[in-house]
């Protein structure tokens, strides 16, 4: 292995493994019933859809070649599958395979 | 010790029919690609798995390792992004915390906490004991992260015969599943308008400033998605 890459590796689990380590450390006093749980519980799902919704219209990678008007159209008809399909993650998962792959083709 | 009936009914809450399994292994697909094209070999590129298990951070090193940035640089960029681990983890643990289990496990498996094991455990944790949750997340945890390391071994195997077409559909795949995960949680007022000002306010900060666009966006969001909350309860 090459020592550089090894290095990135550690380096980058350990960043990783800090947030989560400290969640786990202070978990200890918090109950779930109490008012900090709850606004955590809500910090988090905000967090998480920040990232979603940054990954979506501000992407990093290849997405940056797709252009606005195809990634949200392949966002909305997904989301549309996903309620058409009473709530199914996987169909809307791999319908957005698809028709990204199909729009960035013929739009 | 770990009971083994709680950990395999863990294990196996990813072979569903709404499992995750098809979507991790996708965007761990595109993943082994990345780490190929990037000089990694398979060692490293499972090492790597293993040890972070969080695809923004991942992406984060390999994009810093392109443009040549220290390790000073690649800590602080990947702890930024997954800071959102630390609410994660809070959110999650008191769920699983019982005094009859050690330490330890809480302690090790803390490193299962991911956008989908998360997700999971926070849709099935009312159906098993409290005692046994903990035990239930470590199986949980144990086949994402087994999906993920497949996922890194075919992409990487594979990544010559990976136009550029099929990675643009993996590259998708991800949040359009975490997508619908999350408007699938949406079930009572405060998680529902956090989901949605995290994602209003996400991309709008992110104008502003790049780096905090996250971390802002969930703590502005969260926090008024809770005291609306709190209001219309009381």
Redesign the interface.
Known sequence: MSANIVYAILVTSLATFLSRFLGALTSEGIKETSKLFKWFNCLAYATLAALIARTIIFPAGILVEVSYSSRFIVVALSLAVFFASNKNFVYPTIFSAICMAILNNYI | MIKKNFFFKGYRSIFT????A??LT?CFIAIGA?FKNL???I??SI??TV????L??????A???LIGAS?LN???A??FV??????????????M?HKSQPKWK??FS??F?A?SA?LIMKSNYKKIPKEHRIDYWIGIGSATVSVSVIGTFIGFSFSEYLN??????????????????????SRTI??S???????????L??LFS?EW???L???????I??LI??HSVS
């Open positions: 029919h709404d499992s995750p098809i979507a996708c990345l000089g990694f070999n060692q490293e090492f790597s040890l972070t298990y969080a923004p951070g991942s992406l984060v090193m994009e810093s390792m390790l690649i800590f602080l990947v702890w997954n800071a959102r681990l630390y609410p994660m983890a809070v959110s999650l643990f008191p769920l915390m809480y302690y803390c490193h906490i956008v998360w550029k077409d099929m990675m643009m559909g993996l590259a998708i795949l991800n949040p359009v599943y975490f997508l619908c995960m999350m408007v699938g949680a405060p998680v308008l956090s989901v949605f000002l995290g994602t209003i306010l996400g991309p900060i992110y790049p666009s996250i971390l966006a969930g703590v502005i969001g969260g926090t998605a809770y909350g709190e």
